[in-house]
């Protein structure tokens, strides 16, 4: 498994990833995970303090929402 590199987008001279609509708000907490090359989960702010989880094997809810959490808490310091 490995973080997804965003790519460059020379337009508005950000680092993006794609996804797919589901995210609508920029943030460092925004991640994407591949494994064996498929997405199998995304994490992003989609309002305010809201954001938006999406998973699939080899994740179960237990571990997706960890790594979420973990995600979401290690940038409060």
Request: glycine share 6%; aromatic share 14%; hydrophobic share 40%.
């Amino acid at each position: 498994m490995h973080n997804k590199a965003p790519m460059w987008n020379e337009m508005s001279q950000v680092y993006q990833l794609d996804f797919g609509g589901r995210v609508t708000q920029e943030s460092a907490k925004n991640f994407q995970i591949e494994f064996r090359g498929k997405q199998v989960m995304q994490f992003g702010r989609i309002d305010g303090n809201a954001y938006t989880l999406d998973f699939q094997y080899p994740f179960s809810a237990l571990q997706a929402f960890a790594v979420a959490l973990a995600n979401v808490t290690q940038r409060l310091k």
